[in-house]
């Protein structure tokens, strides 16, 4: 049973920059690949980052140059630097580690951007 805890959302002006983390725990073995997704309200989760356990990444078009994507293995943490943030990314922010053909999701961390 894989447990993931997301840290670091708020509320932060257009322009600015947040950090999220996600950690996880309760896995045997490393988990290869762990990302982001985003669920505005009275949208679908979307896709945002993913990340592999040997770094390879992947971003949605939106946030491409905005946003980052990392991991420290070590730590089993993954985190979010999100800069240049604006209104269209408020949302709330699950970390997903799918793990043995299983999907592991975080409780989920609220960002809101104000304009």
């Known amino acids: 049973q894989v447990q993931l805890v997301e840290s670091g959302g708020g509320l932060v002006q257009t322009g600015g920059s947040l950090r999220l983390s996600c950690a996880a725990s309760?896995?045997?073995?490393?988990?290869?690949?762990m990302g982001w997704y985003r669920q505005a309200p009275g949208k679908q989760r979307e896709l945002v980052a993913t990340?592999?356990?040997?770094?390879?990444?992947n971003y949605a078009d939106s946030v491409k140059g905005r946003f980052t994507i990392s991991r420290d293995n070590a730590k089993s943490t993954v985190y979010l630097q999100m800069n240049s943030l604006e209104p269209e990314d408020t949302a709330v922010y699950y970390c997903?580690?799918?793990?043995?053909?299983?999907?592991?999701w975080g409780q989920g961390t609220q960002v809101t951007v104000s304009s």
């Open positions: 990340i592999t356990d040997d770094g390879r990444t």
């Open positions: 309760g896995s045997r073995f490393i988990i290869r690949l």
């Open positions: 997903n580690a799918p793990y043995y053909g299983l999907q592991y």
